[in-house]
Every structure is written in structure tokens, then in C-alpha cells.
């Protein structure tokens, strides 16, 4: 009987350890990317992106015409750390996972922010921010 005690209790501490590196390392990104998919899903556009902003942005994944959501929320960062890749930072804006192009950093205010967004893959990308435009 006291065999199986013991092999009950490394069972709950190996469940115990495997929820806890669930929450540290992938819980944060799985997050975020629920908050893009419900984007993605339940977003109306506002508008559709420019040529301007198109050329701005240098992508493909983000073509002229691409619909341009509202986003608004706080911003936040969290880093995902790996044994076989650098640390990768992520940043969010109200939960969803973003990409702030060269020039719409500094319109990052501490607490609520406004943005139009367009939707990629893995994250969106900023095209306003706080009413800083991409384009001028």
C-alpha cells in the first residue's frame, strides 16, 4: 500500500510540474492568439488599408485593399523562452498579439490605447496608433 501511495504522489507532482510549465512558457501565447482568432472572427472593418500604407509596410501577407479593424485596449509584452531559440518577445494590444511598423512605437501610451489593425497570421500589424498615422 505504501507503493502505491508514493506512485500517486509522483504522478500529481509530474501533473502538478507540467501544468505549471503550461502557464509560465505557453499560456501567454496561447492567449494571445485566442484574442487574434476572436479578432479575426467577430472584427467589423472600419475601413481598407491604403497603397500608401501597403508600400509602407513592405509585406506581402498585408495587401493593399486588406480590411482594417478597430483595436482597443491595453498594451503588454510578454517574453516566449526556448531551449533551442532566443527568447522571443511578443507584444499585445488588448490581449491580441501586434507588430508596431518603424515610427508608431512612440505613440504607445501607458493604459487604453487605439489602433486600426490589419490581421496576419500570427499577429496583427499597427497601421494607427492613438492617431498616429503610418503614412503621413
Same mark, same amino acid.
Given at each position: 500500500m505504501p507503493?502505491?501511495? %508514493?506512485?500517486?504522489? %509522483?504522478?500529481a507532482a509530474v501533473y502538478v510540474l507540467g501544468v505549471a510549465i503550461y502557464f509560465v512558457f505557453?499560456? $501567454?501565447?496561447? /492567449?494571445?492568439?485566442?484574442?487574434?482568432? /476572436?479578432?479575426r472572427r467577430e472584427g467589423v472593418p472600419v475601413r481598407?488599408?491604403?497603397r500608401s500604407?501597403?508600400? %509602407?509596410?513592405?509585406?506581402i501577407e498585408f495587401p493593399a485593399g486588406a480590411p482594417v479593424l478597430?483595436?482597443? &485596449?491595453?498594451?503588454?509584452e510578454f517574453v516566449i523562452r526556448s531551449v533551442?531559440? $532566443?527568447? /522571443?518577445? %511578443?507584444?499585445?494590444?488588448a490581449g491580441v498579439p501586434v507588430k508596431y511598423p518603424a515610427g508608431l512605437q512612440h505613440a504607445v501610451r501607458a493604459g487604453s490605447n487605439t489602433a486600426?489593425?490589419?490581421? &496576419?497570421?500570427?499577429y496583427a500589424m499597427i497601421v494607427r496608433l492613438n492617431g498616429a498615422k503610418l503614412t503621413q
Open positions: 507503493e502505491t501511495a %508514493v506512485w500517486i504522489l %509522483v504522478a505557453y499560456w $501567454p501565447w496561447s /492567449r494571445s492568439q485566442r484574442a487574434l482568432r /476572436r479578432l481598407s488599408m491604403r500604407e501597403e508600400r %509602407v509596410l513592405h509585406l478597430l483595436l482597443e &485596449g491595453a498594451c503588454a533551442n531559440a $532566443p527568447a /522571443r518577445h %511578443v507584444q499585445t494590444l486600426e489593425v490589419v490581421l &496576419g497570421r500570427e
